[in-house]
């Protein structure tokens, strides 16, 4: 049963802008060798070009000294030789020209698109090869997984998900917006996977941030084009959701957290089994559900019915696979508001995860981030019983692992708690982590016990 809202908290979202670049002046700038001279297209500043050879792969649109294009057209081409200042070739990028991420890196020498393709088809095999393991894990454990991971699999702008026996593709760069990538990533799919439907579900943000096409509605693949797969069920840790296609946020759900879901049953089993769990958040259910294989009473948190929604119907597919006895309610209402409230209220649980959505997505907004770390790790400290568990999230990627430590420590002092961590974690294997890409390495999961 869901119960009705209290409150909605409005998402903000950062703004982004555009930097208008300067043409070249031929007369002011140094001859390039003649190995660079035919492929040249943009020059970045030092600054670009020290992160470039560090290993990363982005350029943002301030770093670009110049661009020289080929010629005037309609389209900005995809592909874009980068040379540094002083006109040294780096490699090739996807340019952006509207995007704040202007060229992303996908070759080290000057290539043309016949190889870029070739190149995409070999680095998707790959990527799928690499979770191979995973997708053929005991039938009836795990059935979805993230196939692609953008630059952690030198593909930077293409994810791609399985649900079962439906794959869904973004494209979130404007250089892979093109007929011939997708006819390769759909190539490439049917031959690794064969998937029943293969559907593209653009961000509509990022995709007006890039200038992109809207893509057609008709799916890239489908078995049977007249009746294409949009829905399906898939598999976690031996558990069943429902998946949309056209509905849901991401990609329709946070395959990053699965590992982090098995792991928070296994210490609430350890530490309280058969106690009261609060999953704060909950979306369609993912950590409630895992908590209610081993809890009596879970409550699950969202500020949106329509996940409620799902979550219910989820708890209907999965009782046969949860604690016999177990009550479990989901709330509509706004996180901060509830959990303000209880704490006044001197409500106690035993188990509680904080799983909320990225609070910064700037810079500009890690201050305002902070604070909400803070006041939701406080309350949830105030209301765990001694040596509770605390499982909490952050998958704001501008709020550091320590940063993120340091505002539950000051929760933790604030409530007066003596805090032992247990685990320290990330997103699951499908999603690694590029140690010279910090950005891949975006959600941060400490398990706690609150003594």
């Not at 709330?331 to 035993?350: G, I, N, S």
């Not at 007066?416 to 590029?434: F, K, M, N, S, W």
């Amino acid at each position: 049963m869901i119960k009705p809202k209290t409150h909605k908290r409005k998402k903000r979202e950062a703004s982004s802008t555009q930097r208008t670049l300067p043409p070249q002046n031929p007369h002011s700038q140094e001859k390039l060798t003649s190995a660079t001279q035919a492929d040249f297209g943009a020059r970045v500043s030092r600054r670009a070009a020290d992160r470039l050879r560090a290993g990363h792969v982005w350029v943002y649109s301030s770093d670009i000294e110049f661009t020289e294009l080929a010629a005037a057209s309609a389209e900005p081409p995809a592909l874009l030789p980068v040379a540094d200042y002083r006109g040294v070739l780096l490699g090739t990028a996807l340019y952006s020209p509207t995007s704040q991420i202007a060229l992303r890196l996908i070759s080290r020498e000057a290539i043309r698109e016949t190889e870029w393709l070739n190149l995409l088809q070999e680095r998707l095999k790959a990527a799928i090869e690499r979770r191979m393991a995973a997708l053929q894990a005991p039938k009836g454990e795990n059935d979805s997984c993230r196939l692609c991971f953008s630059e952690a699999d030198e593909l930077p702008g293409l994810v791609i998900d399985k649900y079962d026996d439906l794959v869904i593709v973004q494209l979130l760069t404007k250089g892979l917006d093109s007929p011939a990538v997708r006819d390769q990533i759909v190539s490439v799919l049917r031959e690794q996977i064969n998937p029943s439907t293969i559907l593209e579900r653009p961000d509509p943000r990022i995709r007006e941030l890039e200038g992109m096409s809207a893509p057609s509605p008709a799916p890239l693949y489908a078995v049977d084009p007249a009746h294409p797969l949009t829905a399906t069920q898939f598999q976690l840790n031996g558990l069943k959701f429902h998946y949309d296609a056209n509905a849901g946020q991401k990609t329709g759900a946070f395959l990053d957290q699965h590992a982090n879901y098995k792991a928070a049953a296994d210490w609430a089993r350890i530490l309280s089994p058969g106690g009261r769990a609060l999953d704060v958040c909950t979306y369609q259910g993912g950590f409630a559900l895992h908590l209610a294989r081993v809890s009596n009473h879970v409550t699950g948190i969202d500020s949106s019915r329509a996940s409620l929604e799902v979550a219910e119907r989820n708890l209907a597919a999965n009782r046969d696979q949860l604690r016999s006895n177990v009550q479990v309610d989901w709330l509509e209402a706004d996180a901060f508001t509830v959990l303000r409230d209880w704490a006044a209220a001197k409500e106690r649980f035993d188990t509680i995860v904080l799983d909320p959505p990225a609070f910064a997505k700037s810079k500009r907004a890690v201050e305002g981030a902070l604070r909400g770390y803070k006041e939701l790790n406080l309350r949830a400290m105030q209301m765990l019983k001694p040596h509770g568990l605390l499982v909490t999230c952050s998958c704001s990627h501008h709020v550091s692992l320590s940063d993120f430590e340091a505002i539950v420590a000051a929760a933790a002092a604030d409530a007066h708690r003596r805090v032992r961590l247990l685990e320290r974690r990330g997103a699951a294997p499908d999603h690694p982590v590029i140690l010279n890409i910090p950005e891949t390495e975006y959600l941060k999961c400490l398990i706690l016990e609150v003594e």
